[in-house]
C-alpha cells in the first residue's frame, strides 16, 4: 500500500522533470560521424572517382539493392558505367561499406530522403556521386595500387619498390 | 423553476459533460506523456488541443463494421448503453445550489442503479461480438462489477448515517462544517477505489486488458462504436470524480469563488489523479482483483459501517 503510494507520488513528479522529447522537425536530433545513413560515393583528393567497380559492394549487400557496371577508360583505369542504388530497398546495414576495398562507397549521417514517390529513390551514379573525400581524406587507391591507371607508373607509390626484372631471376 | 429554465439547465450540463468527455482525449494524452517524461500531442492547435477534433473525425472516417458473426442489433446497442446510463447518472448530481437536473431524495441510489446498468453494456457488447477474448472480457467485467459494487454501495452508507438523507444537495450541504472526507477518510478511499473498477479504468482495466485479451470487451469494435465505449469511459471518470466530489469533498462549497467553479475545480483534480493512476500503476492479475476486493475491501467497510453507526448513534444519546 505504502510502495502504491509512493509510486503515484514519483510518478507525479515526473511532471516537473525534463522531458525527452526530440521536436523533430524544428530540433534535429544529434547524428554521430559513423552513423550509418545515405550512401554516397566518394572521389579521391585528386578528384577522381574512388570506385574501381568490383562488385563486391553488390556481393555484400544482403538485400540486392546495388547494382552496377565497370568499365575502363583509355588508362586502364576501372569505374562503374552505371552505378544505382535502390534506396526503397536498402536497409542501410553497411555492408557495403565495410566491402569496398577503395573507401569509394560510404554510409554518411543524414535520413532526410523521404519521396512520395517509388522510383525516385532510385539514385543513380550523378545522386550518389560527392565532391569529398567523405571519412578518409588524403587517400588514393591507385597511388597505392601496383597497377598503372594514368596516376602513377609502375613502382612509383609511396610504398613500392621498382619492379623487379623478371629476366634477371633466371638461374 | 420554470419549464424553461430547466430544459436550460438539462441542455447545458449535456452540452459541458459532452465536451468535457471529449476534451479529456487531448487531456490524458497530454498529461500521461508529461508523466512519462514526453510531451504529448502538441501539433495541431495551440498545444495540441484540437487533436480532439482530429481524432473524432478520424473515428468516424473509420470503417464500422459488423462482424458477421456477431449478433448484429445487441452488438450495435451494446455501446450505447454506457453512455446513456452514465449520462442518466449525471441527472442527480449537483453541480451550483440551484444547478441540478433532478435533485431526486433517492439521488445516491439513483446514482448506483445507474452505474451498474453500465455493466450491461460490457456484458453485452463481449456476448454480441461473440469472440472469446470478447466474452472473457465481458465475464471479467461482470465479476468485477459484482464485487465492486456491492461496496461502492456499503462505502457510502457511512456518508448516509451522518447525513440522514440520500439527497445528494443534502448530503452537500450537511459538509458545511466539516467535509466528509476527514469524517469518513476509510469510505472515501473505498469509494474511490471501487470508483476506478466501476469505470474499469486502470490499474483494474480487466476487462479490456490489452496485454491478454486484445482489447477485452470491445475487440470487435470499430468507429464510432469503439468511440462510444471511449466516451463512456471519460464519462465514467468524470462521473466518479463528480461523485467524489460531492460526496466526500464539500461538493459547490468553498470561499471566494462561486459555487459552479469549485465543483469544476474540484471535479478535474479528481480527473487528474485518475489519469495519474493510469500513468503510475500497474495491473493487478485478475484474480489478484477479486481477493482484494471480497476480502480486503469488503471486510473494511463493514468494519467503517459499524463504527460509523455507533458513533451516529453514540452522539444522537
Redesign the interface.
Same mark, same amino acid.
Given at each position: 500500500m505504502i510502495s @502504491?503510494v509512493r !509510486?503515484?507520488w514519483? *510518478?507525479?513528479l @515526473?511532471?516537473f !522533470?525534463?522531458?525527452? *522529447?526530440i521536436?523533430y522537425p524544428e530540433e534535429k536530433v544529434k547524428l554521430h560521424p559513423r552513423w550509418r545513413g545515405r550512401i554516397v560515393l566518394t572521389k579521391d583528393p585528386d578528384g577522381g572517382e574512388r570506385c574501381v567497380g568490383c562488385y563486391l559492394c553488390a556481393a555484400a549487400c544482403p538485400v540486392d539493392c546495388i547494382a552496377l557496371q565497370a568499365t575502363e577508360d583509355e588508362n586502364g583505369r576501372r569505374y562503374p558505367e552505371f552505378f544505382r542504388i535502390n534506396f526503397s530497398r536498402c536497409i542501410f546495414c553497411g555492408f557495403c561499406e565495410e566491402a569496398c576495398p577503395t573507401y569509394a562507397i560510404q554510409l554518411i549521417p543524414d535520413f532526410e530522403m523521404g519521396e512520395y514517390n517509388r522510383q525516385n529513390l532510385v539514385f543513380e551514379k550523378e545522386d550518389l556521386l560527392i565532391n569529398s573525400e567523405g571519412k578518409y581524406p588524403g587517400y588514393n587507391f591507385y597511388k597505392v595500387a601496383g597497377i598503372n591507371a594514368g596516376v602513377k607508373g609502375k613502382g612509383e607509390g609511396e610504398q613500392e619498390e621498382a619492379p623487379v626484372d623478371i629476366h634477371s631471376l633466371l638461374p | 423553476m420554470t419549464v424553461m429554465q430547466h430544459i436550460w439547465i438539462v441542455l447545458g450540463v449535456l452540452f459541458v459533460l459532452l465536451n468535457i468527455a471529449a476534451g479529456l482525449i487531448w487531456v490524458e494524452r497530454r498529461m500521461l506523456a508529461?508523466?512519462?517524461?514526453?510531451?504529448g500531442p502538441?501539433r495541431a492547435g495551440p498545444f495540441g488541443i484540437l487533436i480532439v477534433l482530429a481524432d473524432t473525425l478520424k473515428l468516424f472516417f473509420k470503417e464500422d463494421w459488423i462482424p458477421p458473426f456477431a449478433d448484429k442489433w445487441i452488438f450495435i446497442t451494446a455501446p450505447a448503453i454506457v453512455v446513456g446510463t452514465v449520462l442518466l447518472s449525471f441527472v442527480i448530481i449537483p453541480f451550483a445550489p440551484n444547478i441540478v437536473v433532478a435533485d431526486l431524495n433517492i439521488g445516491l441510489l439513483f446514482f448506483l442503479a445507474m452505474s451498474s446498468l453500465a455493466v450491461y453494456s460490457i456484458v453485452l457488447g463481449g456476448w454480441a461480438s461473440n469472440n472469446k477474448y470478447a466474452l472473457l472480457g465481458g465475464m471479467r467485467g461482470a465479476s468485477q462489477m459484482i464485487a465492486y459494487e456491492v461496496f461502492m454501495g456499503l462505502s457510502l452508507m457511512g456518508v448516509v448515517m451522518l447525513t440522514g438523507s440520500f439527497k445528494l444537495s443534502d448530503i452537500v450541504a450537511a459538509q458545511k462544517d466539516m467535509w466528509f472526507c476527514i469524517k469518513q477518510p476509510v469510505g472515501l478511499v473505498v469509494f474511490f477505489i471501487a470508483g476506478i473498477a466501476e469505470t474499469h479504468r486502470l490499474p483494474f482495466d480487466i476487462p479490456e486488458s490489452e496485454s491478454e485479451l486484445v482489447a477485452g470487451y470491445h475487440s470487435e469494435y470499430s468507429g464510432m462504436k469503439f468511440g462510444m465505449f471511449f466516451i463512456g469511459e471519460y464519462l465514467g471518470i468524470t462521473l466518479i470524480s463528480a461523485m467524489t466530489t460531492t460526496i466526500f469533498f464539500g461538493g459547490w462549497l468553498g470561499p471566494f469563488l462561486p459555487p459552479w467553479l469549485w465543483f469544476f475545480i474540484k471535479t478535474f483534480a479528481f480527473i487528474m489523479f485518475f489519469i495519474?493512476?493510469r500513468?503510475?500503476?500497474p495491473r493487478p492479475r485478475y484474480d489478484q482483483l477479486m481477493e482484494y476486493g471480497w476480502k480486503l475491501l469488503l471486510p473494511l467497510v463493514l468494519l467503517n459501517l459499524l463504527i460509523t453507526g455507533a458513533i451516529a448513534l453514540w452522539i444522537r444519546g
Open positions: @502504491h !509510486t503515484i514519483l *510518478t507525479f @515526473h511532471l !522533470t525534463k522531458k525527452v *522529447t521536436e | 508529461l508523466w512519462q517524461d514526453r510531451l502538441n495519474l493512476l500513468a503510475s500503476l
